[in-house]
């Protein structure tokens, strides 16, 4: 009997490891598929972001884009050879398998992809400021909207939510002056002392209260 239960015992792990060598092959499939368009999207994406940031920040600060995938080629032009990044998915599976098969987790794959944001060179996540970070963020977000708006040809809509609250005088005067006019926007905010008074003369103001939109 015991022996029969090891011999169903080392069936099973057989069958369980060629399966395992199935989801290996189709992650690193699409795998590879998934990074390759992230990095076409990050150089598209990177410099337009980098040129929002510097009119924010008033041309004070200098922001870096760049991605850090789990599997990465050894050269930056093999992006462009999807057989060469599976290569080396597949091979980076086969050196971590003893370690996922320990943890019961999945090490390898773009799951585990990073992008760095520096500020002047200095990683933002660490050392950025509140203002900085947020000034980053919205920096990215009209980079998309601008990307989008090549891509589906119309205009998007721009949603701010409270969106002065962590920045400086110097970088709202900024961000309202390189938002003005480019796109149709919707800031909300519990204060509009905040808003230079010239910009709120050219903007549409409502208020809610108690659940109704009122124009103001």
Do not use: C
């Not at 922001?63 to 995938?69: C, D, K, M, S």
């Not at 708006?149 to 205009?155: C, D, G, T």
């Not at 480019?182 to 209260?209: E, P, Y």
């Amino acid at each position: 009997m015991d022996e029969e239960e090891g011999e169903l015992g080392l069936g099973g792990a057989k069958a369980g490891i060629s399966q395992l060598a199935v989801w290996d092959a189709q992650l690193a499939t699409l795998g590879t598929r998934v990074m390759r368009r992230r990095v076409r999207a990050l150089g598209r994406l990177g410099p337009l972001a980098q040129e929002w940031h510097q009119r924010i920040s008033g041309q004070r600060e200098e922001l870096g884009i760049r991605y850090v995938p789990n599997v990465a080629p050894d050269a930056p032009d093999q992006w462009d050879n999807p057989d060469y990044v599976q290569g080396a998915f597949l091979t980076q599976i086969r050196q971590r398998a003893l370690a996922e098969q320990y943890q019961g987790v999945s090490l390898v794959g773009p799951h585990r992809d990073e992008v760095e944001l520096l500020i002047n060179a200095t990683p933002a996540r660490h050392y950025g400021s509140q203002g900085q970070q947020r000034t980053l963020v919205l920096a990215l977000k009209l980079a998309e909207l601008h990307l989008l708006e090549e891509v589906i040809r119309e205009p998007p809509v721009l949603l701010l939510d409270d969106v002065l609250a962590e920045l400086d005088l110097r970088r709202q005067n900024q961000l309202l002056e390189t938002i003005d006019d480019r796109f149709q926007t919707l800031i909300t905010t519990t204060h509009l002392g905040a808003f230079d008074a010239q910009w709120l003369q050219r903007s549409q103001i409502f208020q809610v209260h108690r659940g109704l939109v009122m124009p103001q």
